[in-house]
C-alpha cells in the first residue's frame, strides 16, 4: 500500500488499475492472446561495497536523466509517538549540508532547467532529479552528500515544522474527505502502523524536534538501505563509476534490520464510519478492504485482486459502472482501485458518487448486490481476457514513461520485490484464471475484512470555516513541490 | 480507566456506578444534605529510602491484612509489537525465585489458610494477599524476594505462554462480546495504546519470549516504580520497621520515567461496529465515548460525569432504565458506567439489551433520544441530588470492606493521583451543581466521540464451535486465581 501522500499523482499504470473510468482503453481487447510483455526488459542492477543497491534503466529515446534515491523507511517505520518524523525529515533533507549549504541543491537543479520532487509514503521515502544526462554525476555527488552530510539545526528545522504543519492543515485538516480517508486507515489497522496517517497526527508532528529527525536519519538514511535509480540515456558502464565515486563513498553507518510491523489482528466485526461537514458539497460513499499486497500475498493472489479490481470498478466497461451509472442511474461515478504495493496488506477500495436526491443507504445496498454476485458467480472468461488484456496494455504504455518505469522498479525494491517479480508481473497476470479472479473476490472481500465510509453534507454551523493556507512560496517552502 | 481483565471484579462502588440496576439503593435520597465523607481518614503514607511508596490504611475490626504491591506500569506500557507481555509477567511471578521455588509462595499462602491473586489492567499490575495479621512480615518478606529475584527460564516460561493464550482463547476468542469489546476499544483509540486488548493480541502474544519478559520487569519492577498497600489490624508504626526490613532492602535498580503514552487524536467522525456470531443468543447495544478520566479532567469534570452517569443509567429509577425498561418496554436492561479511573482518557458506556423482536436500530434511536433530551434540558435538582446522594452512599459502604479500600487507593495512586485527591472525591461530588452535569454531559456526549457496537445473532455455520478449554488446573497453572 503505497500511501503517498496525496499530492504525488498515483501511478496507477502498474500498480494498479485506474480509478476514473477512461476511455480508449479497449484497444487490446479484441487481439488474440499473445507472450506478455516483460517490464525493464533492459533493467541491469548491482550493488556497491556498502550495501547500496543500484539498478540502471536504459531509455535512449532522449538525452535525458531520472535520478532517484529511495530510502527503504517510511511512516510505519516511526517510533510509537513520533509520526510524522519520516515526512518531516524529507522537508529537512532540502536544508542543505555544509558543502551545499541552504536550498542550494535545489537551485542547481533549476538552473539546470530539471526537476526535482521527494515523496514519503508508509513504507519508503524517495528523492528525485530530472536532468539532462551530462549532469547525472553531479546529482549524484548533491544526493550522496546530503545523505550523509545533512545539517540539521533548531534554527533552520523549527519553521520548517511551521510549514509541515500548514501542508497538514491544507490536505488534511481542512479537506473532509481527506479527515475521513484518515478515519478509514485508523479503523482498518486495529494494531499496525498504517492505521497511522503519512503526514502524522498533528499533536505528535507539532513536538517533533531536531533531534527525532537526527536519530531517524542516523538509522535509516545510511546506504545499505537505499536504492539508486538510473533511468534514462545512460547504461550500467556509465552508472557504475559514477555511483562508485559518489555513493560508493559514504560509510555504511547503521543496520537498520528487519522491517517487522506490529500486524492486525484477524477482524471479526463489520465497521461504518461518517463524517458530515458543511464544506462537503457532494456526499461520497467507499468501501474498503484489507487485503493481502503484492508483497504479502500468496502466489497469483495479488493478481487475481488486480484482475477483480478491473473487472469491479475498472472504467465504463466495469461492472459497478454498467450497473449503478449506466442501468439503475444511481450514481455519477464509481470505480474500485487497489493499492498493491506495500510491505505490509494492501487495500481494495470501491468508491461512488451519488446522483442528486440518492441516499448514501441505496448506493452501498447496490454496490453490495454488485459484489454478492460477481462473489457467487465468478467472472466471465470475456470479462478475465479483456481485464487482463487491459491491465497488460498498461503495462505496455508505463514503459513510455521513463520516471513512471523508475518509479515502479523503485517502489517495487523498497518493498522487497525482485527486479524479476516486478518485469514478469504481465506474465502472472495473463495466467490468472477465472476461478483465480473468483475465489480471491470470495476470500478477500467479506464484510469484516471491510470498513465503510460516508462522506456526508451538513448544514453550516454558523461559525467561519477555518482559512485555508497555502505554504508552496512562503518562507522555508523552498522551490521544491514536496 | 481500569481495563482490567474481565476475571476481575470491577470495584464499582466509587470508582464508577453501578452498572447493573439495583434495588434497594435509595437509602439516601430522602436525606438532608451533610458533610461529604472523607474516605479513608485515617490512611497513612510515607516513603522508604529506595523510592518505595508505602500505605498503611488501619482497619481493626479483624485480625486481618490485605497486603497489595501495585506496579505503576500496564499494557498501555508495553514496547509496540509487545502486547501481552504485561499480563504475561504477571503470571511469571508466580514461577518463583531461588529462595522460594515453584509454586512456594502460592502454597505458603494457601496453607496460612489467606487468599491471593493478581491482575493487569492498561496501567498498573497488582499482587495482593490476605492473610491474618501475624503472617504480614512473611508476606512483605515474599514479594520483597520476587520483586528482585524472579527467576525467569525458558522451561517454566514457555509452558506458561500456553496457559495465557488458553486463557485469551476462553475469555476472548471464543466470548462474541468479548471479541466486540476489543473492537470497540480499537475503534475508541486510532492512535492510544488503550486500543490494544491487556491480554495482548493472539498473534503477539505467540511471539512473546523470556527475554522480552525479563526486559519488562527489569525496567519496571523496580522499588521506586511500585506502591505498597497494607490495610487492616495494622498502624504505620508495625508496618514501617517491616517494610524497611524488607521492601527497604531492595535496590533501585531502573528509573522507567515519566508515562507519556502516544496519544488520540481528536475524532471527527461517528463509528459503528457490529459482530453477528450463531455462539450471541442475546443481541445487545452498546455506546461507548471517550472522556476524560479522573486525571485528565479539569476540576469538577470527572465528578459531573460520575454523575451524568447515574442519572442516565444507574438503576432502577434512572433515565434510560424508566423510559426503555418501563414506559417503551423496548429493553429488558440498560444502564451506564463510567470508567473513570485511568492513566489516560477514560470512556463513559451506555447498553442496552433489547426485548424479544425489538430491533437494535429501535434501541439507538430510544437511547439517542434520551441523551438528547439530557444534553439539552440537562439534570433536574432532585435527580442531581438523588444521584450525588448514592454514590456517596456507595463511598461509604465502599469503606466497610478492607479490600476495596485497599484497591481504591491502590488504583488511584497508580494513575498518578494523590491520596488527598482519593479521599476529597465525596466532597467533589457534593459540589457539583445540575448545570455543570449538564455541560459535561453536552462537552463529552457528542457523536464523534462515541463508537456504537451491536452485538448480533447469526444462523448457525454448520460449522463446528470451536472447543472451549480451561485452563484452571491444568499443567502450569498453578493454584491462583489469575
Chains 1, 2 share one sequence.
Request: net charge neutral.
Amino acid at each position: 500500500m503505497s500511501r503517498i501522500i496525496r499530492r504525488i499523482v498515483r501511478i496507477a499504470a502498474v500498480a494498479t488499475v485506474l480509478a476514473v473510468p477512461l476511455a480508449g482503453v479497449r484497444a487490446e481487447e479484441a487481439k488474440p492472446a499473445r507472450a506478455a510483455p516483460v517490464i525493464g526488459a533492459a533493467v541491469s542492477s548491482f550493488e556497491l561495497a556498502n550495501g547500496m543497491r543500484v539498478v540502471v534503466i536504459p531509455d535512449r529515446r532522449a538525452p535525458v536523466v531520472t535520478h532517484m534515491v529511495w530510502y527503504r523507511v517510511g511512516a510505519a517505520d516511526e517510533p510509537a509517538g513520533r509520526s510524522g518524523i519520516a515526512h518531516y525529515l524529507e522537508h529537512l533533507m532540502f536544508k542543505g549540508t555544509p558543502a551545499h549549504p541552504g536550498g542550494e541543491f535545489s537551485k542547481i537543479v533549476s538552473k539546470l532547467g530539471g526537476q526535482e520532487n521527494a515523496f514519503t509514503s508508509s513504507d519508503y521515502t524517495a528523492y528525485y532529479q530530472r536532468v539532462a544526462k551530462e549532469h547525472l554525476g553531479l546529482m549524484m555527488e548533491l544526493e550522496a552528500d546530503r545523505m550523509q552530510n545533512l545539517a540539521l539545526d533548531p534554527a533552520t528545522a523549527a519553521p520548517e515544522l511551521k510549514v509541515v504543519l500548514e501542508e497538514r492543515s491544507m490536505r488534511t485538516d481542512n479537506d473532509p474527505s481527506a479527515k475521513l480517508g484518515e478515519a478509514v486507515d485508523a479503523a482498518l489497522h486495529p494494531n499496525h502502523p498504517y492505521r497511522i496517517p503519512v503526514i502524522g497526527w498533528r499533536s505528535e508532528i507539532e513536538k517533533l524536534t531536531v533531534k527525532d529527525a537526527i536519530a531517524f536519519y542516523d538509522r535509516f538514511y545510511t546506504p545499505n538501505n537505499a536504492i539508486l535509480i538510473v533511468a534514462g540515456d545512460v547504461d550500467e558502464a556509465t552508472v557504475r563509476p559514477l555511483a562508485e565515486a559518489t555513493y560508493g563513498k559514504v560509510a555504511r553507518r547503521a543496520e537498520p534490520g528487519e522491517r517487522m510491523r506490529p500486524q492486525d489482528p484477524d477482524s471479526v466485526v463489520t465497521r461504518a464510519i461518517a463524517l458530515a461537514d458543511e464544506r462537503v458539497t457532494q456526499p461520497s460513499w467507499r468501501r474498503v478492504w484489507q487485503v493481502p499486497s503484492s508483497r504479502t500475498a500468496a502466489a497469483g493472489e495479488s493478481e487475481a485482486l488486480d484482475l477483480v479490481t478491473d473487472i469491479l470498478g475498472g472504467g465504463a466497461t466495469s461492472r459497478l459502472y454498467r450497473e449503478l451509472v449506466v442501468d439503475k442511474q444511481l450514481v455519477a461515478q464509481t470505480g474500485a482501485y487497489y493499492q498493491s504495493t506495500a510491505l505490509d496488506q494492501g487495500k481494495l477500495v470501491v468508491y461512488a458518487v451519488p446522483r442528486d436526491g440518492v441516499a448514501l443507504a441505496d448506493v452501498a445496498k447496490a454496490v453490495d448486490e454488485v459484489i454478492a454476485r460477481f462473489t457467487r458467480e465468478g467472472p466471465s472468461a470475456e470479462e478475465v481476457a479483456h481485464a487482463t488484456n487491459k491491465v497488460l496494455a498498461e503495462a505496455i504504455r508505463s514503459q513510455d514513461n521513463q520516471a513512471t518505469l523508475a518509479r515502479i522498479f523503485g517502489e517495487g525494491l523498497a518493498i522487497g520485490q525482485t527486479i524479476s517479480e516486478i518485469q514478469t508481473w504481465p506474465a502472472r497476470i495473463r495466467a490468472t484464471a477465472p476461478e483465480t479472479v473468483k475465489a480471491a473476490a470470495a476470500t478477500w472481500l467479506t464484510p469484516e475484512r471491510a470498513v465503510t465510509a460516508e462522506l456526508r453534507t451538513a448544514p453550516p454551523s454558523g461559525k467561519p470555516l477555518p482559512k485555508l493556507s497555502f505554504p508552496m512560496g512562503g518562507p522555508g517552502a523552498g522551490g521544491a513541490i514536496r
